[in-house]
């Protein structure tokens, strides 16, 4: 009798196991831009699409709670769903517009399943926001300048015509006058302003986001696998720029256009933990070798090297957006 509930209370179990495992829908995301390059004002879509098993239900995550650099969404169309041979498909347009030049991010998008937040994202995605070209016809030749042409003088208490339109004139000019003071005070003391103002909210986001999108970046970058299709400089070129690119978008510190010596001189000032500190030291100096000397690391060492690069990222992102969320808290505060 014992043996017969052991077997039963077994069967059960592996029974239910397989229940559970077939309840996890098998998920593909993507989202794509219909162009890389777009000019200041211009509006770009964004496609996103997401297939689950039939039975489940698939959907975006809130546009509000999105992370974008450099863009911002004006408009998204309501999402349609479509139903093929075991499979629900989930698709949605979404316009982003730019008004900054320069480049353009949209991080990760988190895909919703059966109402709940999954652990699927879409690839990180960026677009170049290019400035209005201005044109000159230079095939059209010189003229020279006129001299004034000879008038008739308008005898006192004649056609009263010509001294309106002189009044129209001078109103016209004063005006001119008045909008082109106001426009030199704009641009002279409120524009300076401005300018600063949102230099520091790009600075902020850029900082919110630099160790997501470092992270992304070196995920894809382990995906390509260049060490081992014999390609080491290229891997050794592009980690060192996502490196020094996060650098340059946490600390402001210009790394892209440092040598290897100033780049820690730079980072070295900032209280960083030794340890990590000297793990990038030891990365730059060997990714130097490697794009300037030719050397050939073992493939353990290039490994260590993506691993190291990615710890210093990720604890040097944590503790800045820490330091960064108490600043805010203070901020609301007083």
């Not at 014992?2 to 998920?27: D, E, T, Y």
């Not at 995906?223 to 720029?241: I, N, R």
Request: net charge neutral.
């Amino acid at each position: 009798m014992l043996k017969f509930r052991s077997f039963l209370f077994l069967l059960l179990g592996i029974l239910w196991g397989m229940n559970g495992l077939a309840q996890v829908p098998n998920v593909s995301v993507s989202a794509r831009l219909d162009s890389t390059h777009i000019l200041i004002g211009d509006h770009l879509k964004l496609h996103l699409s997401a297939t689950v098993d039939l039975g489940h239900k698939a959907a975006f995550q809130d546009f509000s709670q999105w992370q974008l650099l450099n863009c911002e969404v004006i408009e998204a169309a309501t999402p349609v769903t479509t139903q093929g041979k075991g499979t629900t498909t989930c698709t949605q347009e979404i316009t982003v517009i730019s008004f900054d030049t320069g480049m353009a991010v949209i991080a990760p998008i988190c895909l919703v399943v059966d109402d709940t937040l999954a652990d699927y994202f879409t690839d990180t995605l960026a677009f170049h926001v290019d400035s209005l070209p201005v044109f000159v016809d230079t095939t059209k030749a010189f003229c020279d300048i006129k001299l004034p042409m000879d008038g008739k003088r308008v005898a006192e208490g004649g056609d009263t015509s010509s001294s309106k339109t002189w009044s129209i004139v001078l109103i016209v000019l004063g005006v001119l006058l008045i909008l082109g003071l106001l426009a030199f005070l704009f641009f002279k003391y409120l524009w300076p302003y401005w300018k600063k103002k949102r230099q520091q909210v790009l600075q902020i986001r850029r900082k919110e986001l630099s160790g997501t999108v470092a992270l992304n970046q070196i995920r894809q970058l382990k995906a390509k696998e260049l060490c081992q299709k014999g390609m080491v400089k290229e891997h050794y070129s592009e980690l060192s720029m996502i490196l020094r690119t996060y650098m340059d978008d946490q600390w402001n510190v210009n790394a892209k256009e440092m040598v290897t010596d100033e780049i820690m001189e730079s980072i070295g000032e900032l209280g960083l933990d030794e340890v990590i500190l000297e793990d990038v030291r030891r990365f730059l100096r060997r990714s130097d070798l490697v794009k300037y000397a030719r050397q050939q690391p073992m493939m353990e060492e290039n490994d260590d090297h993506l691993k190291r690069v990615t710890h210093f990222v990720a604890e040097t992102d944590r503790v800045e957006q820490a330091k960064l969320a108490e600043l805010k808290q203070k901020k609301k505060h007083s």
